[in-house]
């Protein structure tokens, strides 16, 4: 059974980083992974999506968070990275992390809490 495990939340002040880790386990190999990608949903809102990387390396970012944020991805340990800079209390959410199979197969993790102060 495939699991994704996110960690890294916490609480920070604005303008400080935070870095999230998603971790996977289970039958995964890495040439059936299509994408792994961050999400965010903030209390009332709905979640969307932050940042996304596919197996080929593309990378693509909400507008919300380019030049801030970097995702990465350590294909060989099936695990994704957020890099968050600059952090601002808009950033405030429940981060979850994804992925997508070629298969159509999509999985998602608990949720780690973000929270940015003023």
């Known amino acids: 059974q495939v699991q994704l495990v996110e960690s890294g939340g916490g609480l920070v002040q604005a303008g400080e980083s935070l870095r999230l880790s998603c971790a996977t386990s289970g039958s995964i190999f890495s040439f059936a992974i299509k994408s792994m990608a961050w999400y965010r949903q903030a209390p009332g809102k709905q979640r969307e999506l932050v940042a996304a990387?596919?197996?080929?390396?593309?990378?693509n970012y909400a507008d919300s968070v380019q030049g801030r944020f970097t995702i990465s991805r350590d294909n060989a340990k099936n695990t994704v990275f957020l890099q968050m800079n600059s952090l601002k209390p808009e950033d405030t959410a429940v981060y979850y992390c994804?992925?997508?199979?070629?298969?159509?197969?999509?999985?998602w993790g608990q949720g780690t809490q973000v929270t940015v102060s003023s």
């Open positions: 990387t596919t197996r080929g390396g593309n990378t």
């Open positions: 994804n992925m997508k199979r070629y298969s159509g197969n999509d999985y």
